[in-house]
Each structure stands twice: as structure tokens, then as C-alpha cells.
């Protein structure tokens, strides 16, 4: 069965901090990894997706790595501002014919100005 | 904007009763999932539509079912309501071709059941 897991739970960080994410799965037989980002009580924004056959991916100040035989993932936040202060998820998209996000419970980050 | 509308955005229902919940998915998406989020967790995947039939479900009671329409709106029902059920439900949707598509989610739906 395949778990997700994030770490750390919560994190504060001074603004202008670059800091790293933490992802990983116990199943490597996955299609692709996404990470999300959430703000309180409301949905969830895309951030980037990787690819099973990709090592990472890039968005302005943030890049992921997935690392599939060793199953972890990670999320680069580079010169963070408060207005990145949301909860992180990530979730990965088990084999199978169901498109299926299986998720982590979330990284809280909070950036203090 | 991801283009997925979902209704009520609030809603407070007693234990024992019926609860419909919408999503209107982007247009020409053919799939649209269901996930369930309990306070401080991650979503859990209820169950997906593929043209209107159920193409998976997760680790939930037959209580909970679905519709999905030919308009891309779908509905997520829930009977009998138990107080555990109190969470954000979300729908998601995406056009299934090659299995690589990405899900785009809609605000929720925030349940209390008293």
C-alpha cells in the first residue's frame, strides 16, 4: 500500500530564506509526483508535476526533484516572501488505470516578513 | 483559476441525514475525482468518473456514491451522516487520454455535520 510522508509538519522561516520541502513514498511504481500548494480553507493550486522518467522540474522560484528508486521528492523555495506561506502538499499518482492522487497530510510553512 | 466550480462552499448538516454535494468541471474534461479532508490531513481519494461511470473508488463506505453528467457537472452524495464525516470535499478534473493528465481541483466544499 502505498503512504505518503512530509516533512516537517510545520516550518517558520525569515523571509528571504531559501528552504527545502521533504516528500517520500513507500512504492516506487509510480506515474507521476505533483506538488500542491494550499491556503486556509480553500482548494488546491498545481505547482509543478515530475514525470516517473523525470528527475526534476521548474517554476520560477521553485524546483523539485524526484528521486524514484530511493522515493523521495523534494521542493526548492528560493528568497521565500510571507505571501508563500500556505500548506505544501505533495502526491503521487500510483500505476494503474485510476488517475488517483494519493497525498502527504502537508508541510504548514510560515514566512515571517 | 483552474475553471472548477464546486457548490455550497459551506454547509451544516445533523447526523442521519443526506448531504449533495456539486462540482462543475472544466469543460471537455472527462473525468472528475472526489477526495475527502479531514482537518489538518491530506485529501483522500473517495472515488473517480470516467464518462460517467465509476472507474475507482477508495476506502470509503457505499454510503458515499456519485453522479457524473454529460455536462461535466458531477454531484457526491452522501447518506446517513456521521459526525466523522465533517471535512472539505473536493472534486478534481482532468481530461484522461494518456494517464499523465494533470487533476485540477475545484474550492471545496467545507461540511460540518452536528
Known amino acids: 500500500k502505498q503512504e505518503v510522508t512530509q516533512i516537517p509538519a510545520a516550518l517558520s522561516v525569515p523571509e528571504g530564506e531559501n528552504l527545502v520541502l521533504n516528500c517520500s513514498f513507500t512504492d516506487s511504481a509510480i506515474y507521476n509526483l505533483q506538488w500542491f500548494r494550499q491556503d486556509p480553507g480553500k482548494g488546491l493550486t498545481s505547482l509543478l508535476l515530475i514525470q516517473s522518467s523525470q528527475r526534476e522540474q521548474t517554476s520560477g522560484r521553485l524546483n523539485a526533484s524526484l528521486d524514484k528508486s530511493s522515493g523521495r521528492s523534494t521542493l526548492y523555495i528560493a528568497a521565500s516572501q510571507p505571501g508563500d506561506s500556505a500548506t505544501y502538499l505533495c502526491?503521487?499518482?500510483?500505476?494503474?488505470?485510476?488517475?488517483?492522487?494519493?497525498f502527504g497530510t502537508g508541510t504548514l510553512l510560515a514566512v515571517q516578513p | 483559476e483552474t475553471g472548477v466550480t464546486q457548490s455550497p462552499t459551506h454547509l451544516i448538516k445533523t447526523r442521519g441525514q443526506q448531504v449533495t454535494l456539486r462540482c462543475s468541471s472544466q469543460s471537455g474534461h472527462n473525468t472528475v475525482s472526489w477526495y475527502q479532508q479531514a482537518l489538518g490531513q491530506g485529501p483522500q481519494f473517495i472515488f473517480q468518473y470516467y464518462r460517467e461511470e465509476e472507474n475507482g473508488r477508495g476506502n470509503f463506505p457505499p454510503r458515499f456514491s456519485g453522479l457524473q453528467f454529460p455536462n461535466y457537472s458531477s454531484e457526491l452524495n452522501v447518506n446517513a451522516l456521521e459526525l466523522d464525516d465533517s471535512a472539505l470535499y473536493l472534486c478534481?478534473?482532468?481530461?484522461?487520454?494518456?494517464?499523465?493528465?494533470?487533476?485540477?481541483f475545484g474550492p471545496g466544499t467545507r461540511l460540518l455535520v452536528l
Open positions: 502526491a503521487v499518482r500510483p500505476g494503474g488505470a485510476t488517475n488517483k492522487l494519493i
Open positions: 478534481a478534473s482532468s481530461f484522461e487520454l494518456t494517464g499523465v493528465e494533470t487533476q485540477y
